[in-house]
């Protein structure tokens, strides 16, 4: 018996096998749950068709998430196949590269459109369409990340789209409640994925993470995809509207200096 027995989820945004939402997935699959995909772009087809196959997948449907038409699709064919979702996996983010790095004051305004349309408001375009789907209750995620809360380096107008995405969370699980659907979020330490790599600097990001998070260590696409278990299986059916870190412990740190770099530094 499987956490996830007799449950449906759609996926959207696993882009190859480093991807956190393939981490999910694979966890979701192993612990029972039937399989739905959706990626972006013809570009990631020859990646993503591949993983289907792992997990028994023959649901896999591209889809613009700012295209509404697109989104009626996948949902209605969703429909139409499954009759139902349990989980709805939302891992979707895209920034223009230009509006990271350099100066936060800099962000176009073309490309805080985009990057919150694609990154925030997508969560309450799909959420609306899992509604109806949802008939025995549910769970809706999401990925989003520290600089959602605190400065970041060169994050910039992602961390502006995450913050929104955090705040679109909470405001779905009130909404949704009543219907018996929760809505979490995972917030994430620095894992290396496709869409990390356009972030100036995240090599850095991921040294100084290991060296002074708690637990002294990353984390991985299983650690997290762990966290979505719990949160999409019955072990979470009390919890909604939270943002849960998974992240070694780094976000409880008020100053992320080692004991050994402050005592060079007083010297």
């Known amino acids: 018996m499987g956490l996830m027995d007799g449950k449906v989820a759609l996926v959207f945004g696993v882009a190859?096998?480093?991807?956190?939402?393939?981490?999910i997935t694979r966890k979701l699959y192993d612990e029972g749950a039937t399989i739905g995909m959706s990626y972006a772009g013809e570009m990631l087809e020859k990646r993503v068709f591949p993983l289907a196959q792992e997990v028994n997948c023959d649901f896999v449907e591209q889809c613009d998430v700012t295209n509404d038409a697109q989104l009626d699709e996948v949902f209605e064919k969703a429909r139409q196949r499954y009759g139902k979702i349990d989980t709805l996996v939302h891992s979707v983010a895209y920034a223009n590269r230009e509006?990271?790095?350099?100066?936060?004051?800099?962000?176009?305004r073309e490309g805080f459109k985009l990057a919150l349309d694609i990154s925030a408001y997508s969560l309450i375009a799909?959420?609306?369409?899992?509604?109806?789907?949802?008939?025995?209750?549910?769970?809706?995620?999401s990925l989003t990340y520290f600089a959602a809360e605190k400065v970041m380096p060169k994050y910039h107008v992602m961390a502006v789209a995450k913050s929104a995405l955090e705040t679109i969370t909470r405001y779905l699980a009130?909404?949704?409640?009543?219907?018996?659907?929760?809505?979490?979020?995972?917030?994430?330490?620095?894992?290396?994925?496709?869409?990390?790599?356009?972030?100036?600097?995240?090599?850095?990001?991921?040294?100084?993470?290991?060296?002074?998070?708690?637990?002294?260590?990353?984390?991985?696409?299983?650690?997290?995809?762990?966290?979505?278990?719990?949160?999409?299986?019955d072990l979470g059916s009390a919890v909604t509207g939270e943002i849960m870190h998974v992240d070694a412990g780094y976000n409880i740190l008020g100053l992320t200096a080692t004991e050994e770099e402050l005592a060079g530094a007083l010297e």
């Open 16 to 23: 190859n096998k480093n991807s956190i939402a393939w981490g």
């Open 99 to 108: 509006d990271l790095g350099g100066r936060f004051v800099d962000i176009s």
């Open 126 to 141: 799909m959420a609306r369409r899992a509604e109806p789907l949802m008939t025995d209750g549910g769970s809706i995620l």
């Open 174 to 233: 009130n909404d949704l409640g009543p219907r018996n659907i929760r809505v979490n979020a995972i917030s994430a330490g620095p894992i290396k994925t496709l869409a990390a790599a356009g972030v100036p600097g995240f090599r850095l990001m991921l040294k100084y993470s290991e060296r002074t998070a708690p637990l002294r260590r990353l984390v991985s696409q299983e650690d997290v995809g762990n966290a979505a278990l719990f949160l999409a299986s």
